[in-house]
């Protein structure tokens, strides 16, 4: 499956990373050579094998519904880039 | 007393021979002497260590002292650390002191081990080099121009040159086994499972595994028996007791089955390390083993299903580094869009970001199904591969890398270096623990021999490199550096 | 001119009723300080990791059992990948392969006293998002995610509704059962339900399904009318004026009665959903389920049949009592109180529901008890009092009088002297002072042709009742008079 500089730029807007065209260039090289080893996938017969999607077959443990939690917003505030009045502060959201 | 084990540091501890505050202002004396030409630290934790020292030293005089009371080591900077700044090797998380502490960070605290810092690593565990570090390479203590390997290469290069006896790294496609076995030290892949995820900032979910990594096998059974068990707050941790692995280390290898791989002793595997491999499966001979030629098909797909997998995990992960609550954010951003992806761009390596655009488009829309879900399937292919050989022979045995370490620049193209790792990742996939063990040299650059054992057989593998290092004297090699007097 | 049919879907979101969040311990509870019960999980802080509650499961399943819904054994989380701030991981955690619930049914009644089944297409397990606060941040908007990691069941419904009054019977159904089992306390205003509305139109008779508008976030029974009623309209228009529909999102703005496109630059989203891999399959083994199965209240339809069935109740009454859990306990009580159906129904959804529209009160806030409203029933229905004292005496139970107990009805007929007179020879007393005060009346009655006389006797009726100041009994008057004014 060949990379086009489109898809690149594509999944850079969809991971939130700033790119431009000229950047966009040098990881279509890249990125269409590690896909170009990652294709090899598809010489593999998988006809009636189901997917792994984790390593041991366990299934999810269940936690008992309690408040376990305090709070704790100033300590977790003290690493934030922006806070007021206990909020996190981003440019403005238009809904 | 820097080129002791844990083990013999832990009977010094306890016979009186030396203090803990004593082994930690000797062993901090050495990084602040040699670490500046290895760069294997990120942050020196210097109070907080000797405080912790003090503490150990306190409870021993009281005659409250554990197997581990005292005993120094390092992190890898990947595991967050109450207080102390957790920078996963990435700008992104250069201002982030951690709010809380990983399991394996509070088990250790509560074994009384003495933290003297944290060490370099590749950005959030991407690389097989230690060469994609926001904080710079880190240099092999045995050859200053050689990778540690990656991306527990911080951990391996402190340990190799005596800064400290053992040290924590993870692994989530051979970053522990890959540089222990290129600083020519032991280091161990539990079962995925086996050590509580909580608290070690994700890569891949369902790949990553924390380990020890120190001088001898002995060493990490005792740090495993301390980080191992079950953790409430990880629900991928398993619920199984946790032996005594020190225990077990006794047991004679008469009538062990080894199975060498065919596929690991192909193609690209350096004759010198096929040699040194080689060589050590006759020591294993001559300690009563047997040896048979098994086959593990699907070994070719392992790095392809990985770096769809891989990626995939990871691109979904590393989306909280978004400038909001914690992290990089950049400066006076226009509009939301912007704060992210300049955060982002300007926060994150070009190795993750080369990843984290590989795992956004194999997951997306018209792509998923021929990349994951093909990777998956393949993931199933290879762990049954293992499974299956499991059934002829106790353990695998074959390189951990196809070349020693290597010059540092020497892989300037991604796909050569992601080849690097094709003895160690087909282990993530299949979450089987994996342990490394020195195993001769190349040069002055050393070889690691892989051991491979069914999921939670760390027993067994623990003994089996054990009994190696009671018969060689590999591990007990020390580089130059390490030796310089001050 | 154009039949035009609407056709109805609805997402519809409940937040589930348990104490802490679906994948952390943090508090659930609604209107605390901002960011006070956003634990590290909720936050996403590196390293942190879910685990699921297992109430969230419980009463995910009890929904799935309470719409005859297939309960899959195995159910599996997958990661919804988007950016937006009140989003702290940059995904959401919720079910897109194998949700926990499969395709079930829901009966609404509509208000013809009519049944129609809507289908549920499968109902999924997620985690609700924090809030984005848009004032007095200088320009800037402010996150509070003490709501993210809430759990959310959400419902999807096939597009079976073809009014907005299905829509909005089927919304007031799910209410009803969700709050039946008590898995969510079903309060709009604090958006424990919310849901997305998809609407088209299409010729009548044509099979095909036109292209539909998601209208996002509404959130009240009203609201979805409206906004329907609004999008049906302007949907048809565009089409009758030749244009097109577009397949996009809008909003209701319910101050201008209107929906409105979300025109935002963004192309269309690539969620990249794939298994969240810090979660494991949820097995479910049968016993489980057949556990949970026997916890099961009676549900709306259920009791709506057995009102009609077993108690007699018209359809309409049923479907009325049955409409919530809260309605319905209130009018049991007050049936087995007073041993009678169909007066207790008459009084719950005459005088009291009444009472309680004025005074813009919820069932469960009314001011009279269930018991007290039945022990009034029954001392009509035993004559001890008749019906306008009866009405006396629910205005002041309505009043807190009586001293508040279970029998607070028969303290009021104590104390305000409302017993009915029964006593003949009291009556008797009355009746005769009655007609000798009234020569004229009495004169008139006696010429009067027979069957005129019936209406003629009212006056005499409305006499005794007031010397008796309404404690005698009406029908005994009746007769008693008819008995003396005829015999001359």
Redesign the interface.
């Known amino acids: 499956m060949a990379l086009e500089p489109s898809d690149v730029m594509r999944a850079a807007h969809l991971a939130r990373l700033a790119m431009n065209d000229v950047d966009a260039a040098g990881y279509v090289d890249d990125l269409g050579r590690i896909l170009a080893m990652v294709d090899q996938l598809q010489e593999v017969d998988t006809h009636g094998v189901a997917p792994l999607a984790h390593p041991l077959d366990s299934t999810q443990r269940l936690r008992a519904d309690e408040v376990t939690e305090r709070d704790q917003r100033d300590h977790f505030q003290r690493v934030a880039p922006a806070v007021e009045n206990g909020l996190y502060l981003v440019p403005r959201v238009v809904e | 007393m820097h080129d002791q084990t844990l083990t013999q540091l832990a009977r010094a501890l306890a016979d009186g021979e030396v203090s803990s505050r004593e082994l930690t202002q000797t062993l901090l004396g050495r990084i602040e002497r040699l670490d500046g030409r290895l760069n294997s630290f990120i942050s020196i934790t210097h109070e907080q260590a000797l405080a912790a020292a003090d503490a150990a030293d306190a409870l021993r005089a009281k005659g409250q002292a554990g197997p581990l009371t005292g005993l120094p080591l390092a992190l890898k900077d990947i595991f967050c650390t109450d207080g102390v700044k957790t920078s996963c090797g990435s700008k992104m998380l250069d201002n982030f002191i951690a709010p809380y502490d990983a399991c394996v960070v509070e088990k250790l605290k509560s074994a009384g081990t003495v933290s003297l810092g944290k060490t370099n690593m590749d950005e959030f565990a991407m690389g097989s080099s230690n060469e994609n570090s926001h904080y710079g390479p880190v240099r092999n203590p045995w050859d200053l121009d050689a990778v540690p390997g990656g991306s527990s290469g911080g951990s391996a290069a402190a340990v190799a040159a005596g800064l400290v006896p053992a040290a924590m790294g993870t692994d989530t496609g051979g970053s522990i086994r890959q540089p222990a076995a290129f600083c020519g030290i032991t280091g161990l892949k539990p079962t995925y499972g086996r050590v509580s995820r909580y608290g070690i900032i994700a890569y891949a979910s369902s790949l990553d595994q924390a380990g020890p990594m120190a001088r001898t096998a002995e060493d990490c059974a005792l740090l495993l028996g301390a980080i191992a068990g079950h953790d409430l707050r990880d629900s991928t941790s398993v619920a199984r007791g946790v032996p005594d692995y020190r225990a077990e280390l006794g047991e004679s290898l008469s009538g062990l089955k080894i199975g060498l791989p065919r596929e690991y002793f192909g193609d690209g595997l350096a004759p010198e390390v096929e040699q040194a491999v080689r060589e050590a499966i006759k020591v294993y001979e001559s300690l009563g083993a047997s040896v048979h030629e098994v086959s593990l098909p699907h070994t070719h797909y392992a790095i392809p299903a990985y770096y769809v997998i891989a990626p995939a995990e990871a691109s979904s992960n590393l989306s909280r580094f978004d400038g909001v609550r914690f992290g990089h954010r950049c400066d006076a951003p226009s509009d939301l869009i912007d704060l992210y992806k300049r955060s982002r761009d300007e926060g994150f390596g070009s190795e993750v970001k080369r990843r984290i655009l590989i795992g956004t488009h194999t997951l997306s829309e018209g792509f998923f199904d021929a990349y994951y879900t093909q990777a998956q399937k393949v993931r199933r292919l290879i762990r049954q591969d293992f499974l299956d050989a499991f059934e002829e022979v106790d353990v695998l045995m074959g390189p951990a890398s196809p070349t020693p370490a290597f010059d540092l620049g020497a892989n300037k193209d991604p796909v050569s270096m992601y080849l690097q790792d094709i003895y160690t990742i087909a282990v993530n996939l299949a979450g089987i623990p994996g342990i490394s063990v020195p195993a001769g040299f190349v040069g002055s650059r050393p070889v690691g021999l892989q051991i491979l054992g069914p999921h939670f057989a760390e027993s067994q593998l623990l003994n089996v490199a054990h009994q190696f290092q009671q018969a060689t004297d590999w591990h007990q090699r020390r580089p130059a550096l390490a030796e310089e007097s001050a | 001119m154009m039949q035009w049919e609407t056709v109805i879907g609805l997402e519809v979101h409940v937040q589930l009723a348990?104490?802490?969040k679906i994948f952390?311990?943090?508090?659930t509870a609604f209107g605390a300080?901002?960011?006070?019960?956003?634990?590290?999980v909720d936050?996403?802080?590196?390293?942190?990791?879910?685990?699921?509650?297992?109430?969230?499961?419980a009463m995910a399943v009890k929904f799935g059992l309470g719409i005859n819904a297939e309960i899959p054994e195995v159910s599996?989380f997958d990661?919804k990948?988007y950016?937006y701030?009140d989003l702290?991981?940059?995904?959401q955690t919720s079910q897109m392969y194998h949700p926990i619930v499969g395709a079930g049914e829901v009966e609404i009644s509509l208000d013809d006293g009519a049944t129609k089944r809507i289908r549920v297409h499968h109902a999924h397990l997620e985690e609700d998002a924090g809030k984005?606060?848009?004032e007095d941040?200088h320009?800037?908007?402010?996150?509070?995610?003490n709501r993210a990691g809430t759990p959310l069941l959400e419902i999807v419904s096939e597009p079976d509704m073809r009014s907005a009054k299905e829509a909005a019977a089927y919304l007031k159904a799910i209410h009803a059962i969700v709050t039946y089992l008590g898995i969510s306390d079903g309060n709009m205003a604090e958006g424990s339900m919310r849901c997305d509305v998809n609407v088209s139109v299409r010729p009548k008779g044509q099979e095909a399904f036109g292209t539909r508008a998601e209208i996002k976030n509404v959130n009240s029974f009203r609201f979805v009318e409206r906004a329907i009623a609004f999008e049906v309209e302007r949907q048809i228009e565009l089409l009758e004026d030749g244009g097109t529909v577009v397949q996009e999102t809008r909003?209701y703005d319910p101050e201008a009665d209107e929906t409105r496109s979300?025109r935002t630059k963004e192309?269309a989203n690539?969620y990249?959903?794939?298994?969240c891999?810090?979660?494991?399959?949820?097995?479910l083994d049968r016993a489980y389920v057949d556990h949970l199965r026997s916890t099961l209240p009676e549900l709306p339809a259920e009791k709506r049949a057995r009102f009609e069935s077993q108690l007699g109740l018209s359809a309409y009454d049923a479907s009325v009592l049955a409409s919530s859990r809260a309605m319905a306990e209130y009018f049991e009580v007050v049936k087995d109180t007073c041993g009678d159906a169909k007066h207790a129904a008459n009084w719950v959804m005459g005088e009291l529901s009444g009472a309680l529209n004025r005074e813009n009160l919820a069932i469960e806030q009314s001011p009279v008890a269930a018991e007290q409203l039945g022990g009034l029933v029954a001392r009509v229905l035993d004559d001890t009092i008749n019906g306008k004292a009866a009405k006396q005496v629910f205005q002041a139970l309505w009043n807190g009088e009586g001293g508040g107990e279970a029998n607070a009805a028969d303290a009021i007929i104590e104390a305000k002297g409302l017993k009915q007179v029964t006593d003949s020879g009291a009556i008797e007393a009355m009746i005769d002072q009655v007609i000798a005060d009234s020569p004229v009346q009495v004169a008139q009655y006696r010429d009067a042709e027979p069957d005129k006389r019936g209406k003629m006797i009212g006056y005499f009726v409305g006499q005794v009742m007031k010397a008796s100041r309404g404690t005698a009994n009406p029908q005994q008057v009746n007769a008693l008079l008819k008995e003396k004014l005829d015999q001359a």
């Not at chain 3, 320009?139 to 995610?145: F, N, Q, R, Y």
């Not at chain 3, 891999?277 to 097995?283: A, E, M, R, T």
Request: aromatic share 8%; glycine share 10%; with cysteine.
């Open positions: 348990t104490k802490s952390s311990g943090a508090s300080e901002p960011n006070s019960q956003a634990c590290a936050l996403g802080l590196p390293g942190v990791l879910p685990v699921l509650n297992e109430q969230a499961v599996v990661r990948n950016f701030p702290p991981k940059g995904y984005s606060l848009h941040f320009g800037m908007t402010g996150i509070d995610l909003l979300m192309e690539d990249r959903y794939f298994p891999p810090d979660l494991l399959p949820v097995v």
